[in-house]
Structure formats: structure tokens, C-alpha cells
């Protein structure tokens, strides 16, 4: 009954990927919009339609305004600024949408918007979306920021994910989310449990900032493939030719002292 | 008295003792090719006299200038010392990008003789912007110039409120009489500025025509600094530059002091403009420096001038004549072809500089040298802020280099420059060549990071083509 369904939406159209991206103008710190722009260019290379919805400050957001949402990094400031907003006026219909099987990638502040709360080096703790069960907490103004090239394993796929970390608070997990990878080199959720990134449902958060999507395709597609799913189950990608991400890959690899696989 | 007179004493030695091995330092690297002696001496003389830079520059006749901002710094520095030149002064001037402490102590070390005595008589000086706080006690400036605030080696600085807040702090510290030069058309640099002591100088563009269609995604001050509200901008000539206002506590752009009005682009050959500075004069200047940005650099640093005393027929052929240093688009011909080399360190700049070198439509072959060595930032990142969609179907061949050429060419790619468009040469000679031998008469533009511009300049040393780096 199910199967008959996933004909009829294969015979009418191609999948679409819907893509809703949270403050785009006030969480954009690391070229955070690289990441957008993968999704984006990997579904059109597939002859998938792609819309992409930007909900700014002060603006609802439909549990169905997409199947993939991105939240990316910002200051502190920023960050301040978007918690209350999140948490005024978007949290009931994100919680909806990643119930219903949608999708969520938070990088960075974004990562630290998703989890109960951030208490940074000043001011007032910000309240998070609670969508991850993890906390984050800045050590203090004189703290030295985790910065550097980030490394991680993940289960389940081939390679490792190449990015780079630049973050002054440290993350701590609890039970109810599990880490995305394993640090190989680098600081990851605070420098010392070795974990790097959170994962809940399909709910995504990661210290990899900015643009990390370009040089790890596979983690692309996975997030393009599970957004898709949420409406068309049993969506398979066509592969694309990943040559330059992975030159680009061996040659970081290289220089950090790992091996790339395959 | 007896006690006082040691103490003297003492200073005076410690003092000719710093100057000797300073000055021995620089003569040694130099000898060594140690890349000029730019930093070097100054901190071995610091080593010897901790208080040499306030010792040293207080005796300068007519003080000292700094010149902080991400973009821009180099060329207005630069750009204002000719101009005082031209006025008959004797300025005391860093090298381009030695703008540490121990950069422009040693531009004073350099400066002065074995007494201490300088043959200058104004020093200026372009300052990191995250050094600002450091220097500027020391050097009691007479004008501080704050060109512009923008992301940039966010990994090393840190964030660009941190910096807007370090300028603040360090402004509180400027001598009573002090007179700030600030770019009014951005609101972060205002925010940073307004209400310091000292009297405010604003600059700015005042031409409409240059109005973009609509905020750029490189704007960083979309939300009033103080009450967190939007701004309503009338119009924006790229990033957050632009006529702003917070419609909540009504700060917004200040009338301007020093302005650019019908302003004129020439491509990559320069730009000309209406140079209206009320109190001081008007006139119009040509400037071999090309795109808005550099409008901006010519604005502060006449800005400076004109608080400084210099006469609006000064500053008009001063700007005239002045010649872009080494990667600041100054013409080169290597290889038999035409190169202009300009330094595209973050997104602002390099959307910019795109902008100005696509403009005139000749085609130009496209160098584009990424590193990311710690003085360019170890996160390249940023590279996915700029513009590079801009290339496609305006340039034939992209050829990149640099330790992140493999990113650079999978950045292009996703910015839907074909495969075959691009070469990727990590070499900077492999990279210069492939790039001459497929100019067949059109430009080749080099853009490069920090460190790869002074990878590309030895290459073109070694071609014969520019001359050893100390020596501009």
C-alpha cells in the first residue's frame, strides 16, 4: 500500500527538496551560506527542484516551511538576539517539523542554539530550542577559544568529515542525544571527552562551521537524502563526480597526518 | 639630584644601546635577505628598552598618525605619507603589513640616528587593527584614522565587535586635541568612534549612482549596535557601507566632513571624483587607484591631511601622483603580459576588487593564490563568502594557486565555472606561468592572500619584473 504511494509520487514529479533557512542575515559568521549553496547545487546537478525559504527575525516559521533546516553561527550578540526569537516565536513549529521526520543541520552557535542553553562569557544565560539534549557553557572571557582544523569519524560513513572549529564554549551531552563522530584531530564538543557534534532523530548539530558541506559530500547527500525521505520514502541519489572535494580532501589529510580512505 | 642623574644616565645608555642593536639587527637581516628587517629590529631593541617606542616617538616634531581598519590601511598610510611629503614634511612610515609594535618601532629605529634623533618629523603609521590597544598609549597619536570594520582572520582576531570594543576602550586613552578620521558610511566604525574625546572628522561617499540594488549578504552591521534593531539603510555602496539610520535610537550616519561626490569609475585604471570637504576646500582629484574602495582610502586619507594642514591643491596632486604599492593593483608587465596584482585577503575586499576587475569587460585571465598561513588566518572559510559566481561567463581561464588551491577550485566549481575553465597550479610559478601564457593579450589579474602575494612578488623578483620588497 505503502509502495503504492512512492510510484505515484515518482511517476508525477521529482522529488523536491525544500530547504528553510533560519536567520540567514544574523547567523551567516563562517560563510555559513557555503553550506546552502552545496545543498543546493547537489540536488540541482540531480534535476531535483530546490526551493530554499529564509525566515528572518520576527517571522513564523511553518512546520512545513521545509524538510531541511539550517541554522548556522553568529557573535554572541547575534546569537543573544536570535535565542529570543527562536524561543518566542519558532520553537513549537521547529519541534513539530523534526517530529514529523524533518531534518535540522546546526552549526556552531546554531549547534548551541539547538541544546537547552549557552551561558556565555558575559550577560545572562541564552535559553536554546532543546531540540538537543546538550548544554553548553563558555569557560570565561580569558579562556582560550578551541580553534583549529577539525577531523572526525562518524558511524557509519566511509570517511572521515574535514572542517574547522572556532568556538569559545564547551558542549556537554546528555542521555538523550549521542555524539555525531569521534574527534581524530582537533577539540570537537570541549577539548577533553574526545566527542565532536551532537545527533538526535534527524536533528544534526556539529562544531564544524561554515562552509564544511563542500569537502564532505557523502554527510550532503545523507542530509539531502533524509530530508527528501520525510515525504518520498526509498528516495535513492545518482552519485556525482566528487573529484575536486576529494583532492581537496587528500590534501588536508595529508597535511594533518591522516589517512584518507578509499 | 645625584639619584636623578644616574637614573638619566642609565635611561641614555639603555636608550643608545636599544638604537645600536636595532639597528645592527636590520643591517644583518637585510644582509641575510632576511625579508628587509621589518619586524626584527624592533624587537630586539624592545628587548634592551621596553619604553622605546613612547621614547622614540614622542620625538617626532609633529607627533604621529594611526591608521587602523581592515581594509585599506596600507594604501592610506601610504597614500597620506606621500601627501605630507608633498606638503614638505618628512613622515616616518612601517612597511606595508609590519604593523605590529615591533614594526613601526622599527620604521623609528630606522629613522633615527645613533642619538636618537630623528630625521623625520611626523611619523605615520598603519596599526593592526587588534593592536590598536597596545600602540596608541604608546604613541599618543595627534589623528587616528579608522578606515573600516569587516570579518576578517576571524580565527585570529577574534570577532568584529571584539575589535569595534578594543578600539572604544583604547580611544578613551587619546590625548585631549586628538582628532579622530572616521569612515561615517560604516556604522560599526561610527558605533566604535562616536563620543571618544577628540574631535570627529567623518568621510564618506555621497553619489547615488554608486547605490547597490540591495544590501549585500557581506554587510556585517544589519542590526544597531546599541538597541539591536534593524537598520533602515537609503542605500548601500557594498557590505554595510552605506547611508544607515536606527529607526529606535535614531543614531545614523553623520553628516560627512570630507566627502566623495560624482564620482567616476575607470575600471582597474582608477577612479575620479569630486573631492568636497567643507572648512577645507573642494576640488577634483584622479587617482590611479581603482573601485570604491580605494575612493574610500583616498577619503581618509585626505581627511588626515587636510587636519593635519595640508592644502586642498596638495592633496589634489599629491593624489595625482601617488603609485599603488606592490598588490595594490599597480601595473606589471612579466612574460610580455599586462599584471596587476591585488591583495584579496576577505570577502569585502574580494567582491570588491572582482567587481573592479570584471568591470571593463576585457576578459581578464584570473590568478587566484589562497593560503592560509597564520598571518593570511588558518580558515578559509570566508572563501564561500565571496562572490565568485561573479567570474562566470566574464573570464576565460581561472587558474589557482596556494596551499588551498584544491579548496579554491572546488569552491569555483560549486560557483558553476567549468572544470575546463580552471587550472589548478599550487606552484607560484607553475601558476604565473600558466596564467601569462594564456593571456594572448588580455590582462591577468592575481589575486592573492597575504602571504601568497609575497610568494607571487618573489617569483616576479626572480622574473625581474619588480623590485626586492624593502625597497617600496
Known sequence: ?262 | MLGTMRGGDLTGVRLGAAIVLGKMTATLSRRLQQGGGTTMPGRVARAVEPRLLPLLSRRLRYGSVIVAGTNGKTTTARLLAHIMREAGHHPVHNRAGANLAAGILSALLEDVDLRGRPAGDIGIFEVDEATVPRVLPHLAPRVAVFTNLFRDQLDRYGEIDTIAGLWRAAGEALPAGAVLVANGDDPLVYEAVRGLPGRLVAFGIEDERHALPAIEHTAEARYCYRCGTPYQYALTYFGHMGRYRCPTCGVGRPPLDVAAQDVALEGPEGAAFVLDAPGFGTVKVTTALPGLYNVYNVLAASAAAFVLGASVEQVRAAVASFAPAFGRAERIVAGGAELRVLLSKNPAGFNEVLRTVLSDGRRPVVLIAINDNIADGRDVSWLWDVDFEHLAGRADHVIVAGLRAEDMALRLRYAGIPDEAVDVQPGYEPALRSAVSRAAGRPVVVLPTYTAMLGIRDVLRRWGAVGRYWEH
Open chain 1, 1 to 262: 500500500m505503502g509502495g503504492g504511494r512512492e510510484v505515484l509520487g515518482a511517476l508525477s514529479a521529482p522529488p523536491a527538496l525544500r530547504i528553510c533557512h533560519l536567520y540567514p542575515d544574523l547567523l551567516n559568521l563562517y560563510g555559513d551560506r557555503g553550506n546552502i549553496m552545496v545543498l543546493v547545487q547537489r540536488a540541482r546537478w540531480r534535476g531535483l527542484p530546490v526551493t530554499v525559504t529564509e525566515v528572518g527575525l520576527g517571522e513564523a516559521v511553518a512546520p512545513d516551511a521545509g524538510d531541511l533546516f539550517f541554522i548556522g553561527g553568529g557573535e554572541d550578540r547575534q546569537q543573544r538576539i536570535a535565542s529570543d526569537d527562536l524561543c518566542r516565536i519558532k520553537r513549537a513549529a521547529l519541534e513539530e517539523a523534526m517530529r514529523d521526520g524533518g531534518v535540522m543541520l546546526a552549526v556552531c552557535g546554531g549547534y548551541q542554539l539547538a541544546g537547552r542553553y549557552y551561558r556565555p562569557a558575559e550577560g545572562e544565560d541564552l535559553q536554546g530550542l532543546g531540540l538537543l539534549d546538550l548544554w553548553t557553557e563558555h569557560p570565561g572571557p580569558t579562556t582560550r577559544r578551541l580553534i583549529g582544523n577539525l577531523v572526525i569519524e562518524v558511524e557509519g560513513m566511509d570517511d572521515p568529515l574535514i572542517g574547522f572549529e572556532n568556538h569559545g564554549g564547551r558542549t556537554h551531552l546528555g542521555p538523550g542525544a549521542r555524539p555525531l563522530g569521534r574527534v581524530l584531530t582537533g577539540f570537537g564538543n570541549n577539548g577533553e571527552d574526545g566527542w565532536e557534534g551532537a545527533v538526535s532523530r534527524r536533528v544534526y548539530g556539529t562544531y564544524l562551521h561554515g562552509p564544511f558541506l563542500p569537502k564532505n559530500p557523502a554527510f550532503a547527500d545523507r542530509l539531502i537524502r533524509e530530508a527528501l525521505e520525510r515525504r518520498h520514502p526509498g528516495v535513492v541519489l545518482s552519485p556525482l563526480p566528487d573529484a575536486q572535494a576529494a583532492r581537496a580532501r587528500a590534501v588536508m589529510l595529508a597535511r594533518l597526518g591522516q589517512r584518507a580512505a578509499g
